[in-house]
């Protein structure tokens, strides 16, 4: 497996896993906004959580590519 490759399967992660994952919770969030139970601040949360492990995946994507090439 060469850097090309490390780095093709980080962009299909971004976009075929993790965006839409956060954007569903964001919807969710945006959803439930008005209901008293706090449901919509957890998935806030999580949704913040996902983007800092988004975020790790991608640059550990990244310094990988790095030390392969």
């Known amino acids: ?13 971004m976009f075929w896993a ?6 569903l919770l964001l919807l969710l969030c945006s ?11 957890l998935c806030a949360i999580a949704a913040f959580a996902w983007v800092v492990l988004a975020l790790g995946d991608w640059i550990t994507a990244e310094l990988r590519a790095d030390r392969i090439s």
């Open 31 to 41: 959803l439930t906004a008005q209901l008293p139970s706090g449901f919509s601040g």
């Open 18 to 23: 993790h965006m839409p994952g956060i954007g």
């Open 1 to 13: 497996m060469n850097s090309a490759d490390v780095l093709r399967f980080a962009v299909r992660r």
